[in-house]
């Protein structure tokens, strides 16, 4: 019974986040569904991202958060269109939760759409909302042996940044052993190494994200 | 009608962690529900309770991970009755889980069960086990900010302990800020800082945990 529950949310989701990639599609916008733990560095990577993309590229955030708009009030200090949703409680974003916060913006006017998960390793990865990619990032901080503990994320992603290295040299941490994990769990999956702090690594993220937008910003012209 | 859903399945939640908590007092068995972002350090404070308590109070562990028994076999290796369960994708112990673990150990030769949850600092808040105890961990690398972002894990805890304060001097977090927000959400909640690393703060948790145990194990005999 439980899991026919769960399974018709999820069915209902993929239906709800079909109709947003459609819009996305429609206009050209490249999406990243950026997700990974509280305190993992999502809101510091937007910032750098935005500093770096600003002018290049025209770009808008969906900031999901369970309370608070402090994470959007971050964003929106950049001068980059923001919309807060905030789950009251739900432990991820779905596709319904971002459809609601696509009325707030013009999609004309936009060539890349940044959407910050609820902070959660887990839950986010069960829910599509539309996106290109799905983007997550962890802090070595978290340890070395997290891709086996918690496959799915790992699974769904295209791109791993693996954030605050700066603090290597404080920590136990197995570079080659998480790696090696998480391609065993995904062995298409980007790892890139970054700082968030130092900038450290961050080139390659810019360099993935810019090539993924001007692609599609490409198919759509034709 | 998807709300309906979400209280029908935590009150059935309710129901069964009510029935664990009633064989838990029966057997004046303590049980601390431990909660906390993956890379929090609830494995390495489990070793640490342990070392210090093996001596003093006859304790088990119950291991709650979404895949692999890796935290297990670290808790095993301390020679105490240890319990794998793996939720096979959800985000969190329930109660039922939980009962389905509990015949696995003889309460008869327990004082303590040590519950780990699933790393995540949002779904487990919602449900209980059946525990006397909720205990939070956090640690400083995932930033000051994090009370009103995920107030109910604040909430419903009883004792959150802040880790990894040996890495205070390579971040910038604001103690102060974080300890003022936590007792905003939750004026009772006890905060402990400690570094599970150095030993640093935890003679006040040891002290906190085998008050509890004792006070349980003679309200018990009377």
Redesign the interface.
């Known amino acids: 019974m439980?899991i026919k529950?769960v399974k018709s949310?999820l069915e209902a989701n993929e239906v709800i986040a079909s109709q947003n990639r459609e819009v996305f599609s429609q206009k050209g916008v490249y999406v990243v569904n950026l997700m990974g733990?509280?305190?993992a560095g999502k809101t510091t990577l937007l910032e750098r991202t935005i500093e770096y993309m600003k002018e290049k590229k025209r770009m808008a955030v969906i900031e999901g958060?369970?309370?608070?708009s402090?994470?959007a009030e971050r964003i929106a200090a950049h001068a980059i269109p923001t919309v807060q949703i905030n789950t009251g409680?739900a432990?991820h974003l779905d596709g319904n939760m971002v459809r609601g916060g696509l009325q707030e913006l013009d999609f004309e006017q936009i060539d890349l759409l940044l959407v910050e998960n609820?902070?959660?390793?887990?839950?986010p990865a069960e829910f599509r909302i539309g996106e290109d990619a799905k983007v997550m990032i962890i802090?070595v901080?978290?340890?070395d042996?997290?891709a086996?503990?918690?496959?799915?994320m790992f699974q769904v992603s295209s791109v791993l940044l693996l954030n605050?290295i700066?603090?290597l040299p404080?920590l136990d941490f197995d570079l080659e052993r998480f790696r090696s994990d998480a391609l065993k769990v995904n062995p298409h999956l980007a790892v890139l190494t970054i700082s968030c702090k130092t900038g450290e690594g961050l080139d390659n993220w810019f360099r993935w994200l810019e090539e993924k937008v001007n692609k599609k910003a490409t198919s759509w012209k034709r």
Do not use: F, Q
């Open positions: 439980e529950v949310i733990s509280p305190g958060d369970i309370a608070t402090r994470d409680g432990c609820v902070g959660n390793l887990v839950c802090s901080t978290e340890g042996d997290k086996l503990k918690y496959p799915l605050k700066d603090l404080h």
